[in-house]
């Protein structure tokens, strides 16, 4: 039974009538600030708890995961890893779901600025929280152990959404408080977002709660300790990304700074992103015995999952549209919902996979529907109530119009299991939507050490043994292919392409694009109606 962890309640008391639009709240509800701030309880659940209820959402561009035009899809919709097909009069939408996956997008594009909205309400949010916090704490002293500990949670959410707008946008503000004016707002470096993160979390870390956030409790849903250190570990292993002022062309850093440092040592980055995974180790986090039940409807209860997006169709607001977007309108019939036909795998990850070779990973069935497509042991049919639907994954383009395959190429997501008590057509569904697990730590830690000039085999095959692969050697390019697997679709794959040099190269369905060259959409361009608005502002190269 999952209880519910947030109030949903938030104020408005961020006066920031001369401020843009993307630093200003949109709160959901309100209520004075005496009456929901009144004790230590209160501003628990109105100041801290209620955060929470951002990082889910049921909006287009809202919610680090679960919704579209957004986070995941910038992350997974540009890469190799999944495509959106133009079936027919479905899914052209103006071109934008081309757009994504051509790398032809420019400062206008639909939705980047509503996920920028979305990531900067957040921010200022926590600012607006921990200014409550430290008010109340000036006139109540005798809290101050738990109101820094607050302070401490409320960091470290704005420092994971900082995470989110560095890796996305590069060169970004950096706004700590609700008391600026647009005239005040300058653009920092992405090395000063990224150092000023790192900072934050390492602050935050020692005042967090050394709980599993996975688990429903107190601590459900939240930025505990384990979190932050992925967080953390996640940051060090980019380091020689996000450090470059100028990331498109500068020569690539030592990956040292004596702000890596452990007991007083210090280290470079790939040493303290080592380390930052050794401490989770000490959580006792272990890899689930079957890949799949991370992604069950009772998924709670996994061993492997770090940092979830609890779901309850009962108790939040939270949806997880993947699923139901991707399947066939005939298989959501078949679930007893509806779907919408779209987003498939592409030709790329099927050869990643080896689909339909003999030596094809096992992880593939359990990511994907292929061929004949089956629920509780019987065949799917399609609308005429005979034929069977099948998927034909390897007949998949861009633009399937006119096909033969028009609407069934493509293989379709499974990785999350169905859920027979979901509503809103498989969305509001019981599978809490996985951000950070186990299996991704093990991985970091192997190319971390692969790095550092040190054999990372050993965590690299716990994976692999996991679902019966045999054990091979670590090397940067056998960690990026699984990587590619695991991961598939968790929201990864952008983040690893930039790391290893790939994002923005020729790939099945993709030619590569002249103006690309300098690699410049390894960042997203800042909006353009934020430009038009801060003349002073630098937009990123190749814009």
Known sequence: ?????????????????????????????????????????????????????????????????????????????????????????????GGFWQTLFLHTWNPG?????????????????????????GKYKSAHSSDADALDAYTAELRAVRAMYYFYLMDLFGNIPLVTSTDIKTTDIRQNKRSE????????????LPLLAPAKSNIPGDHYGRITRPVAFFLLAKLALNAEVYTHDNWTTTPRPSGSDIRFQQNGKQLNAWEYCEACCDSIDRYNYQLEQLFSDNFTP??????????????????????YTYFFRSRHYSHGAALGGASENGTS????????????????????????????VKEEGRAVLQDDGKSPLVYYPSM????????????????????????PNANADGRACNNDIVL?????????????????????????????????????????????????????WEGWRRNDMIRFGIYGKAYTDRPQVSNE???????????????????????????
């Open 517 to 543: 060259q300098d690699g410049h959409t390894t960042v997203l361009p800042i909006p353009a109606d934020l430009m038009a608005m801060h003349p002073a502002w630098i937009q990123n190269p190749g814009y």
């Open 396 to 419: 998949v383009k861009l633009d399937l119009t006119g096909s033969d395959y028009e609407k069934t190429a493509g293989a379709r997501l499974h990785k999350y299991a169905n859920d």
């Open 109 to 133: 594009t639909a939705s980047m600025k509503d996920m920028w909205d979305y990531l900067y309400q957040v921010v200022m949010t926590c600012n607006d929280y921990l200014e409550i916090v």
């Open 193 to 204: 977002l990224f150092w000023f993160t790192v900072k934050e979390l390492q602050e935050a």
């Open 298 to 319: 009772t998924n709670e209860s996994s061993r492997e999952n770090i940092f979830t997006i609890p779901m309850n169709p009962n108790l939040y607001n939270n949806w």
């Open 436 to 488: 950070f697990r186990y299996a991704d730590v093990l991985l970091m830690r192997a190319e971390a050490a692969v790095r550092n000039g040190i054999d990372g085999s050993d965590y690299l095959n716990k994976v692999r043994r996991r679902v019966g692969l045999s054990d091979i050697t670590a090397t940067l390019e056998s960690i990026l292919n699984e990587r590619y697997l695991e991961l598939a």
């Open 1 to 93: 039974m999952k209880h519910s962890r947030y109030i949903i309640v938030l104020i408005a008391a961020c006066a920031l009538s001369a401020c843009s639009s993307f630093l200003e709240e949109k709160p959901e509800g309100s209520l004075t600030e005496e009456q929901a701030y009144n004790s230590l309880a209160d501003l628990r659940n109105n100041a801290v708890l209620a955060i929470y209820n951002s990082i889910g959402g049921n909006q287009d561009s809202k919610g680090l995961q679960g919704t579209g035009r957004g986070v995941f899809d910038f992350n997974s919709l540009t890469t190799d890893e999944a495509i959106m097909p133009t079936r027919g009069g479905d899914w052209y939408d």
């Open 345 to 372: 795998a592409t030709i790329d990850l099927l050869n990643a996979f080896h689909y339909g070779e003999a030596d094809e990973d096992p992880r593939f069935g359990m990511t994907f529907y292929a061929g004949t």
